[in-house]
C-alpha cells in the first residue's frame, strides 16, 4: 500500500468513522489526557488499602503489585459498541501507584467530592492504621534534610526552592521493550522469571520476582476478564455481525491472557492491554516491532482498521510518544516503512495533540517520511517533532552505549531519549536555573529578592572590572552547587527505588530481571542521570551584554546598570534599551553564540562528573514546557534586559522574542551547541506558521532546512504553527479558535487550553 501522498487524507473505513465519533464524543478534556487520568468515574474502592492491610505483613513490593493488580481486576471492563481492540483505564482513586515517585496519596484531588467525603473518615482510619512508611517507604525528607545542611539554613533551601532548582524526580517516563512482550507472552514471561528466581538465594530478589510475577498473572487475568465479558455480550446480542465481532474479541483476548501473539491483532491487543497498565506512557518504535505482525496480515482493509483503531486508543487516553523511521539496530541502514507513513496519515487524518509523534532523521530517511512530516506542519498540527539519528547515535556511543543499543533508541514523555527496554535515563531528575546562579554572581552572592547568602562567591556588579572576573565567580558558583545538586537528585532516586515506583515497567526492562533489581535501584541495563537545563540563553545574552555594552563599548556604566537591575529597570529604559540590543543567542551571531556554546558546555560537563545512584553519568536535557514562566517570575533582572517576570525560555532555543534573523539563522545559532552532552532530551521550539508553509517550494525548502539542521550539529525540533495573528485573536475569541493547536515545549496542546500566562509566553515568541 502507499501511503506517502501529500494532496488528501487518509480516508477511515465507515466503522473506524463511527469509533472515531464515539472516541471524540467520550473523550476527556486536554488536561485530563495529558497527565493519563482518562478512566471512569470514582467508584469509591480502594484497592490499595485493601492490598496493604490483607498482606500487612509482606514484603513491600509483593504488597504493592497486589495493590496495582487489584486496582485493575476491580476495575469494570467496558466493550463499546464498533471496536476491536478493547481496555479501558482504571478509575481516578485516592490511591494509586505512578512511575514518577511509587504509589501516592492523591487526596488533593478528592477534597471536595461529595462522594468521596461520605467515606473520608473511614479511609483515614485506615491509612493511619497501615502507616504512611509502609504505604511510601521513601519520602523526600532526605532530599529536603540535606539541602538545609547544604544552605545552612531552612532560609536557604526554601530560598534554593524558588527559581534555583527542583530536586529529586518528577517524572520518570520510560519505554518498555515491547518487543520482549510480544515475543515472550505473557506465560512466556512467568518462565523467564522463574528461572532467574530459582538461582538466588537472596531473599529481596525473591520478594522482587514474587512482585513480577503477581503483575504478570495479574494482566492474564485482566485479559480473560474483557475475554469472559466478549462471550457474555456475544450470548446476549441477536445480531449476527455484533455476535462475530464480540467473538472475534474474546477470543483475541483469550489467546493474548497467555500465549505470544501471532497475528496483528493479537500483538495489539496484548500492545493495548500492557500499555494501560504501564500509564498509558510511551510505545517507543512502533513501526519497527509491529511491522512483522503487519507483513503478515495479509486483508489490508482490517489492517488499516486495526492500526486505526490502536492509533484512536491512543488519542483517547493520551500515550505520550511514538517514535517512527530512524535506522535499523543491525544494519544502520534505513528502516522506515510501509507502517511509518500509515501512523503518519492516521494521525495527520485526526489532527489532534495526542500521541506525540516523532520521526527520527539522518542522511538516509526517504524524501516522503520528511514531505509527509511538513505537510502535517502545514495543515496546523505541531506534531511530528523530528530528531537526529545522525548526532544521537554518536552521542549514545560517546556515554558508552553499544553500537546496536544506540541505534535502537526511542523518544519518551515530551522530548525525552531512552533505550526501549533497555534504560532508566532518569527522564528530569531535576530542573536547574543558571540564571538564577547568575543572578547571585551579581549580587554579592545573594538571592537578589530575599537578600540571603546562596553561593560562595559573588561581588556587587559596579566591583567587577572584567568578564573574566564575572566568569570566574559564576563559573565557581555553577559547580559548587552542582555538586549538591546531583547529589540532591540522587537521594530523590533513592527514594523512588525504595518506593518500587517503576514496578510495572521491571518486567519488560532489561537487566531488571536478570539482576533481581528494581528499575530506580539500577536494575536496567543503562542508567545515566538527566538534568534539565533552565535560563542558558538568558545567561549567555547577560555575559555578552555586559561584556560588549559594559567593558568594551562602555555604553552602560556599572553603577548605573547595578541600580537598574534592583528597580527592575523602572525608570532606566534607555539603559534597558542599550542592553537590548546588544547581540542575542540566536541570531546566527558569532560572539553571543560562543557565550551559549560556552555556558552550556561548562554547566553539562560539570553534570557529567557526577554519577547518578542508579549507576550512570548525569546528562544534560532542555524541553521545560511551561517552567520557563514559573522560574522566570522567581528570577530577578538581568543585564540582558530581562525582568523579573519574564519567561525565560522553554527549549535550547533563544530567550522568547530575541531572535530576530528568521529561522535558519536560529537554527544554526543552536547547532553550535554541545548538544551530545544534552541527550537526556534537548529540543528547540521553532516556529513555522502555516502561512510560510503553504506552497509546494516553500514546503521543500523547509523540509532541506530541518534535515540540514538535523544532519549538522542539530539535536530535536518541535514545531509551531500557529500564527500570532491567530493566537492574538483567540485570546479575545477563543470560540472561534476551538481547533488551533500549539506546541508547549515538549508537548503539544490546544491554545484555549492552556492558562493566560502560558498564552502571553506563547505570544512572546513572535516577537521581534
Known sequence: MNYTYTDKLFTLSDRMEKIRRDVEARMKPWGARESTHTGGAYDKKEPFLDAFEDLADAPYPVAL?????RSWLETEPVIYENELLVGINRPQRRFYEHFSWGLYDHMWAFESRPEYLEIHDDIERRYRAIGESRITPGSSSAMEQACREFFGSEEGAKASERG????????????????????????????????????TNDEDKHAFYEAL???????????????DLAKDMAERTDSKDEKDRLEMIGTNCRTVAHKAPETLYEALQLQWFYCLWDWV???????????????????????????????LKIREHGVHNVTIAGVDPDTGKSSANELTMLILQIARTMHCTHPRITIRVDRQTPPEVLA???????????????????????????????????????????????????????????????????????????????????VPKGRKLSEYTSIDEIWADYSYNVEHLTRAFTELCSLGQTARDANFSKLVKCVYTDDCIVRGINMDGGGARYNYGCVETMGMAVTADAFAALEKAVFTDKAVDAETLE?????????????????????????????????????????????????????????????LLDAGVAYGQETHALPD???????????????PGADKNGVTAMLKSVAKLPLKLGLGGTTVNTLIPCNTNASDEQKSAISALFRAFLENGGLQAQITTASLEDMLDAQIHP????????????????????????????????SK
Open 281 to 311: 506512557d510511551c510505545i517507543g518504535r512502533a513501526d519497527q516491532y509491529l511491522f512483522p505482525f503487519y507483513e503478515k496480515e495479509t486483508d489490508s482493509n482490517f489492517r488499516e482498521e486495526l492500526i486505526t483503531s490502536f492509533m
Open 213 to 227: 510475577r503477581i503483575i504478570v498473572r495479574g494482566l492474564s487475568r485482566f485479559a480473560e476478564m474483557y475475554a
Open 735 to 766: 470560540e472561534l479558535h476551538e481547533n488551533l493547536i500549539i506546541r508547549v515545549g515538549g508537548y503539544s496542546a490546544l491554545f484555549n487550553d492552556v492558562d493566560r500566562d502560558m498564552q502571553d509566553e506563547l505570544i512572546s515568541r513572535y
Open 641 to 655: 534586559g530581562h525582568r523579573r517576570g519574564d519567561p525565560l525560555g522553554n527549549s535550547i532555543g533563544p530567550r
Open 372 to 454: 509527509l512530516g511538513v505537510q502535517m506542519w502545514s495543515e496546523g498540527m505541531s506534531d511530528p517533532t523530528v530528531v537526529s539519528d545522525t548526532l544521537v547515535i554518536d552521542g549514545l556511543r560517546e556515554f558508552g552505549v553499544s553500537l546496536k543499543d544506540a541505534r535502537d533508541y526511542s523518544m519518551l514523555g515530551c522530548q525525552e531519549i531512552e533505550l526501549p527496554g533497555r534504560s532508566n535515563f532518569g527522564c528530569e531528575d531535576g530542573v536547574f536555573n543558571l540564571a538564577k546562579v547568575f543572578e547571585y554572581t551579581i549580587n554579592e552572592g545573594c538571592d537578589a529578592v530575599l537578600g540571603i547568602k546562596m
Open 164 to 199: 534555583l532548582w527542583a530536586t529529586g524526580g518528577y517524572q520518570g517516563h520510560t519505554v518498555p521493550g515491547y518487543p520482549k512482550l510480544l515475543s515472550l507472552g505473557l506465560d512466556g514471561t512467568l518462565e523467564q522469571i522463574d528461572l532467574y528466581d530459582a538461582n
Open 65 to 69: 503489585a497486589e495493590g496495582i493488580v
Open 563 to 623: 541600580a537598574a537591575l534592583k528597580a527592575n529597570f523602572e525608570g532606566y529604559e534607555d539603559t534597558r534599551a542599550v542592553l537590548l540590543s546588544a547581540p542575542k543567542y540566536g541570531n546566527d551571531d558569532t560572539f553571543a553564540d560562543a557565550w551559549a556554546v560556552r555556558v552550556l558546555d561548562h554547566f553539562w560537563t560539570e553534570c557529567t562528573k557526577y554519577k547518578s545512584v542508579r549507576g550512570g553519568a548525569y546528562m544534560g536535557a532542555c524541553s
